[in-house]
């Protein structure tokens, strides 16, 4: 029997020459990207790769058939990037519309927020646009959309997930039933309150009033007081206003401190979300493709085949381009049972070279591709 030692050296000389002949390979690969781009023919060729795939797994041992597939496969992707690359370096570049400038741009409009006065979304508005910002509020999220469709507003600003609970999957949904992009956004921390009637204590209560997701963020205070009804509320400003307009002491609302002093209640409880470091991301949304000099984030959303392996080959193009993906989620495709969209979002800039060889990549493989922003 060899020792380990001797065996490993062996797979190193093997591997060595695997290295010499992928480096090969790729030599040949740089070819086939220089004819592919004098005769304009599309660098994902699938007919071709499903016929290599099947030859090189019918050479094999059966034991190895399927390793020899997913290597081949990898290596015919690893091969299509670097086509993306030359194809990119010989000025094919996708830029998606959207144009640089060095700051968003206004016109004589407004910025809407969903809500009422005192809501989060409006806190998260005037941190980014200032005090003197001229916005109004609108009953729904799609509202707020509308406006931006209708040229009433110049931008909207929405909630688009918080550290604690989660993502607000709706305004996912809306940024691709609209013609709009994000173009810059706004994380606000939540210190929620339980808010009152100037007369109320807290064993007064026996309703809270507020939006579901602060219900959610504040589960371990409402857990202690099991016996109060939870209500739903569109807003956690909407909420406050109820207990003011209903004049009920039994009635209180989960809302900001901000809240309290706009309604004139009463702070019956501070802090009661039960994360310290709970924040809201807020994204500022235009219907203009626009993006800053100091643009850094870019978010997109693609449709993968319903096959296996088709995430990963999606995924794998920021990998091959040393981009850092710092989100993913997934939402449910309409009439598609069981079938998801991905959004993602990437560190970088549309003009960066490595963020256009994967989107152009991307472009080519993915069912369905759109650039959401850069901001």
Sequence with gaps: MKDLKEI????????????????????????????????????????????????????????????????????????????????????????????????????????????????????????????????????TWRDAMEAIGRGEADYAVLPIENSSAGIVGENFDLMLEYDNYIVAEQTIKVEHALLGLPEAEISDIRTVYSHPQALMQSVDFLDAHSEWDRVKAPNTAVAAKRVLEEQNKEHAAIASEVTAQLYGLKILKSNINYSEENSTRFIIVGGEKVRTAAAGKVSICFEAAHESGSLYRMLSHFMFNNLNMVKIESRPIKDKSFEYRFFVDLEGDLGDGAMQNALLGLQEEALYLKVLGNY
């Design 8 to 139: 490993r050296e062996e797979i190193d000389a093997i591997d060595s020459q695997i290295v010499s002949l992928y480096e090969e390979r790729m030599q040949l690969t740089s070819e086939v990207a220089e004819y592919k781009i004098s005769v304009g023919k599309q660098v994902l060729d699938k007919q071709r790769e499903i016929e290599k795939l099947e030859r090189v797994m019918g050479q094999s041992k059966e034991e190895n058939r399927y390793g020899v597939g997913e290597l081949f496969e990898q290596i015919m992707a690893m091969s299509r990037k670097r086509q993306y690359q030359l194809l990119r370096q010989h000025g094919r570049t996708q830029e998606f519309g959207f144009v640089r400038v060095e700051s968003l741009p206004f016109c004589t409009k407004q910025v809407v927020y969903q809500g009422t006065e005192g809501a989060y979304s409006q806190q998260a508005m005037k941190a980014y646009f200032g005090d003197q910002v001229t916005g109004r509020h609108v009953d």
